[in-house]
């Protein structure tokens, strides 16, 4: 599994993966001759896990351990801490950056070393501990533990930092309760410049996780013009995972014929993540948009030109004609 590319913002730069394959390879980061790979212990908790997940009831108390290995050339000094975890709008599961107020599962964790330095080919271990609330809700709850290395961009006045961390889901006990909801619905419609070909239509919507578990799904976009015709229907498309809490935003485009009117809905068939999270009634949201196609239009126009010019010379030369043979009879 590598590391996101780099990336520089306007005051701090960020990257960060997250082990999150179905085995269980250490999720690494390169730039260079920076190099380190994070990966889960094998202990008394699990061997060759992917990521930290946890069955856990309200106040439980747990602790586990987080491998860091050195696999650069260069000398490692790193900062390690925990954080909420989110799904960000584009679908790709993220952490809060450190500083950033944790509201959640962040807040349950507490790493027994938050800095460290490792020469080349050296390995740590990070244990931490997970403190359950006593009230904690039931369901999902997501957290990352991050090692994260801050250097200054040799070609800019630019703060880089680079993240390398490994997710904690953790499911408290009692009823699950999957939801999924659809907002902020629009469409664009774009025309072809060929009359004879589809346009696209735009469609974009929000889907928020609005249950207590984390949450997947399949979606399709029906689409029909004025009266029901040329009706399409997408094939199924999966969705990213989406964390409780968390909103990812929604881009489809789709191949539309319209004869100057469409409309349709998005459908999504949600489903829980993880054993016993169950499915969910399907969502739906509608939406319709003047489509004029003004290719055809402008075929037609030209078309209904043509049959008009033709009927009108031919009306001309009859009427020519017949002029012609009234005074052949009269001569």
């Known amino acids: 599994m590598t590391a996101l590319p780099r990336l520089p913002r306007v005051a701090v730069g960020a990257l960060l993966a997250f082990a999150l394959a179905a085995a269980a390879p250490p999720a690494f980061a390169e730039d260079g001759g920076v190099a380190w790979s994070v990966q889960t212990a094998d202990n008394a908790n699990g061997t060759g896990r ?79 501990t997970i403190t359950v609330p006593t009230d904690a809700r039931p369901g999902d709850h997501s957290a990352g533990i991050v090692t994260s290395l ?20 953790l499911r408290v006990s009692g009823a699950l309760a999957p939801a999924a909801a659809i907002t902020g619905t629009t469409v664009r419609y774009d025309g072809s410049w060929n009359p004879f070909e589809s346009g696209r239509l735009t469609v974009e919507y929000s889907l928020e996780n609005v249950g207590n ?42 191949p539309a014929f319209s004869l100057g009117w ?21 969502v739906t949201a509608d939406f319709s948009i003047a489509a004029v196609p003004w290719s055809l239009y402008g075929l037609i126009v030209l078309v209904i030109a043509a049959v008009v010019t033709v009927v009108l010379l031919a009306r001309r030369r009859g009427a020519r004609e017949a002029s012609e043979a009234d005074l052949r009879q009269a001569d």
């Open 150 to 169: 801050a250097s200054r961009d040799a070609t800019s006045s630019l703060s880089v930092e680079r993240r390398l961390g490994t997710r904690i889901n």
């Open 262 to 282: 469409l409309s349709g809905h998005v459908t999504v068939v949600p489903e829980g993540v993880g054993l016993g999270a169950g499915t969910v009634a399907p």
């Open 50 to 128: 992917a990521n930290f997940s946890y069955d856990v009831d309200p106040g439980a108390v747990l602790a586990d351990t987080m491998l860091v290995v050195n696999t650069g050339t260069e000398p490692l000094p790193l900062t390690v801490y925990a954080a909420d975890a989110f799904t960000a709008a584009s679908g790709e599961i993220d952490v809060l950056a450190d500083g950033t107020p944790s509201q959640d599962a962040g807040t349950w964790v507490s790493v027994g070393q938050t800095s460290m330095e490792l020469a080349p080919g050296q390995s740590a271990e990070v244990p931490f």
């Open 213 to 254: 578990t984390r949450l997947t799904g399949v979606e399709t976009v029906a689409t029909s013009g004025a009266a029901g015709l040329l009706g399409d229907t997408t094939a199924p498309t999966q969705l990213p995972e989406i964390v409780t809490g968390s909103t990812i935003q929604v881009t489809r485009e789709v």
